[in-house]
């Protein structure tokens, strides 16, 4: 069974994101089981308790499940910190369950998991999408994303394009955009070239026929 976790604890995540993320990794995630927190503004600046995710996705129990998998969008919607972070993974790695974050490309197995590593991938993800190195948080939602999709802009005309000649990870890297990001806004490669080399075709079939016309009028001249 499929178990999926939500929040809104983090302004550049807003659950749409999320929802869109997941929509591509795993299309199956909404006949299972799904666990959402959404607090009030309140709830969010006092860092109130997770009730869903304490309660209900990390409910001990006796069973060994342990081809089963928690898929969250990102990390950085599971936890408040890595002091929160820390005892969500030893309550994962009780119900003998793994973790999957989808933006961070991590699947984590907590029960041999390296805890430092993942400590600093949690505090790289909150600062990715906040500018000028300020700590995620502290940076409106909306001007990260504005960022973001900025960047993703910029490569747009790239992305259509080989492969071979364009790679999808040099792309990341040279427009500062991670590939999560990339597919979020730009749908998948694969498709986004297919309808460039159709764009073409068309172009192409259009030019012939223009000359066709016009050597059709040059030999009636």
Known sequence: MTRTYLS???PDWPTARQEELLDRAIPEWRSGAVYRDILPRAGLKSRRSLKERDTNLLRAHGRVNVDEI??????TVLAWNTTDLMAVLMRVAARHEQ???IAENLLINPANAD???LKTAFRSALRRFSPAGVPGGEASGKRR???AQ????KMRPYW????ADYPTTKLCKEFGVSRPTAFLYLGKRKDAQKQHEAGLKVAESNRKRKKRGKDYQDEQA
């Not at 259509?160 to 492969?163: E, F, H, K, R, V």
Request: hydrophobic share 55%; charged share 15%.
């Open 8 to 10: 809104n604890i983090r």
């Open 70 to 75: 928690i898929w969250v969008a990102s990390l």
């Open 99 to 101: 973790l999957q974050a």
């Open 115 to 117: 805890l430092d590593g």
């Open 145 to 147: 994303s504005e960022i």
């Open 150 to 153: 900025a960047s993703v802009e």
């Open 160 to 163: 259509a394009l080989p492969s």
